[in-house]
Nanobody, 120 residues
Framework: QVQLVESGGGLVQAGGSLRLSCVASGRTFRMYTMGWFRQAPGKEREFVGRITRGGGSTDYADSVKGRFTISRDNAKNTVYLQMNSLKPEDTAVYYC?????????????WGQGTQVTVSS
């Protein structure tokens, strides 16, 4: 069992930055590909990005590529989402997820989410 707890959300002006953190319980964190998703009001949850178990590879949705960066610290059981050049359309609840496979198509575990609001 893995529990994920996100933090770092808040209100920021357009063009600003935020860094989200997701801390995982347990000693198996390094076994999981970690991902970030988001869900805006009235919309379906969408993939933001993911990072491989060792942290050597990442990929991102086109909508955030070049602005968002995912990293992880396996010693701290933590994955991060650095968000720069934020836009109002980035407003959403952001979730981290853990997937034993590399696909991130059906993660086994989800965090409770953290709200990010970007004002124009």
């Amino acid at each position: 069992q893995v529990q994920l707890v996100e933090s770092g959300g808040g209100l920021v002006q357009a063009g600003g930055s935020l860094r989200l953190s997701c801390v995982a319980s347990g000693r198996t964190f390094r076994m999981y590909t970690m991902g970030w998703f988001r869900q805006a009001p009235g919309k379906e949850r969408e993939f933001v990005g993911r990072i491989t178990r060792g942290g050597g590879s990442t990929d991102y949705a086109d909508s955030v590529k070049g602005r968002f960066t995912i990293s992880r610290d396996n010693a701290k059981n933590t994955v991060y989402l650095q968000m720069n050049s934020l836009k109002p359309e980035d407003t959403a609840v952001y979730y981290c997820a853990a997937d034993l496979s590399s696909t991130m198509t059906s993660p086994e575990y989800w965090g409770q989410g953290t709200q990010v609001t970007v004002s124009s």
